[in-house]
């Protein structure tokens, strides 16, 4: 992974077997980021999605292990009420033939580059367990 900054926003770029999860995070822990939203584009070779359902307050994940172009991965960064960042994203790919398949980003590995654009915010915001919806959402202030 390597970065390049203006102060408020980064472009990251992940090279080959790179973790997109996994880098945002440890992009964000060497930055002392706690609150921000990234997009970015890319190749993987290996993706693990997911879908949740609020019915059963549970997610059901696949594995997708196959050359796949990044049309769009969106998502953001917030700690929960412990403390403990969360890098949540969603993100669509493209097989070869255009079919496309998406959901919630467990991780994904990087076959070709990945390249992000990541927004740090000025603000303290952060995540706390929903019991209606069984996840954890952000805590904003009522206007």
Same mark, same amino acid.
């Given at each position: =992974?390597?970065?390049?900054? /203006?102060?408020?926003?980064?472009? $990251?770029? *992940?090279? @080959? @077997?790179?973790?997109? $999860?996994?880098?945002?995070f440890e ?11 990234? #997009?970015? $584009? ?10 949740? &359902? !609020? /019915?059963?307050?549970? #997610? ?8 796949l172009e ?9 700690? /929960?009420?412990?403390?403990? *960042? ?5 993100? &669509?790919?493209?097989r070869p033939?255009?079919? =496309?398949?998406?959901?919630? *980003? !467990?991780?994904?590995?990087? &076959? ?8 740090? *915010?000025?603000?303290? +915001? &952060?995540?706390?367990? /929903? ?5 954890? !959402? +952000?805590? =904003?202030?009522?206007?």
């Amino acid at each position: =992974m390597k970065y390049h900054s /203006d102060g408020k926003k980064y472009v $990251i770029y *992940l090279t @080959r @077997r790179e973790e997109i $999860i996994g880098q945002i995070f440890e992009f964000c822990q060497k930055e002392g980021i706690k609150n921000g939203f990234f #997009y970015g $584009i890319g190749a993987v070779d290996r993706a693990e999605l997911a879908h949740y &359902s !609020v /019915d059963t307050q549970k #997610y059901t994940s696949f594995m997708l292990e196959e050359p796949l172009e990044g049309v769009s991965i969106v998502g953001n960064v917030f700690p /929960d009420e412990e403390g403990k *960042l969360i890098v949540h994203a969603h993100a &669509s790919f493209s097989r070869p033939n255009g079919e =496309m398949v998406g959901g919630h *980003l !467990v991780n994904a590995r990087v &076959s070709g580059v990945g390249e992000i654009l990541f927004t740090k *915010l000025e603000t303290n +915001l &952060s995540k706390a367990y /929903d019991p209606e919806t069984g996840l954890k !959402v +952000l805590q =904003m202030n009522k206007s």
